[in-house]
């Protein structure tokens, strides 16, 4: 079967570093994304894992480990912007499977 | 260069109509699939189109059908509405059929009523 678990929901305080954990189940696996949705707007592209280890872009990195189907988006020196949906979505075979996502609020 | 551009932004349609949107993809971008979005979720897929064929398949029922255009623009069709069908609809295009990533348009926004 295919299946995505994430935190529904995560707070957090401006300048602090979070983890958004996501495990995943899919038939085939061919990487991992991770998406930024903000509301009322559409997803962005953030991240992408095909090989276990950590992926670094900046303020963001991503982490994958295939044998545990585990993947984590951390973000560092949050920023009041950074309050938004993160959507884990592990490409199988021809079709992206997004999680009901994590909206993360961030405090000042 | 111009991003995914979804036609129309919004719609409201009656119970049993049909409803036609439409999607013209990154200039370049071959691979078009289109995504249900209801309040609190993450996007459903629905349908991949690759130079023109179907290449994939979400579980929606055949009211809902697809297809790409030459150019690589597509139009999602959904037949007999019902008001469970009320949601966004995001069409994103991409580079291949594999690993590369979505580019996703702003969205329909379709109500039912």
């Known amino acids: 079967g295919q299946n995505i678990d994430q935190p529904t929901e995560m707070t957090a305080t401006e300048g602090a570093i979070v983890q958004i954990n996501c495990t995943y189940q899919t038939s085939g696996f061919n990487g991992l994304f991770w998406y930024q949705q903000h509301a009322g707007e559409a997803p962005t592209f953030l991240s992408y894992?095909?090989?276990?280890g950590l992926e670094e872009k900046g303020r963001f990195s991503s982490f994958l480990s295939r044998s545990k189907g585990y993947s984590y988006l951390l973000l560092k020196e949050l920023q009041m912007k950074d309050s938004a949906s993160y959507l884990c979505a592990p490409l199988g075979t021809y079709k992206y499977i997004f999680g009901t996502g994590t909206r993360l609020k961030v405090l000042a | 260069d111009a991003g995914v551009t979804q036609s129309p932004t919004h719609l409201i349609k009656t119970r049993g109509q049909h409803v036609t949107l439409r999607c013209s993809p990154i200039s370049g971008h071959k691979s078009v699939s289109w995504y249900q979005q209801v309040l609190g979720q993450g996007p459903q897929f629905i349908f991949q189109?690759?130079?023109?064929?179907e290449r994939g398949r979400g579980n929606f029922p055949d009211r809902f059908s697809a297809r790409q255009f030459p150019n690589y623009s597509s139009e999602l069709n959904v037949n007999a509405l019902l008001l469970g069908d009320s949601a966004l609809y995001l069409c994103?295009?991409?580079w291949g059929q594999g690993n590369s990533p979505l580019h996703f348009g702003n969205g329909t926004r379709l109500t039912v009523t």
């Open positions: 894992n095909v090989l276990d």
């Open positions: 994103a295009s991409s």
């Open positions: 189109y690759y130079e023109k064929e």
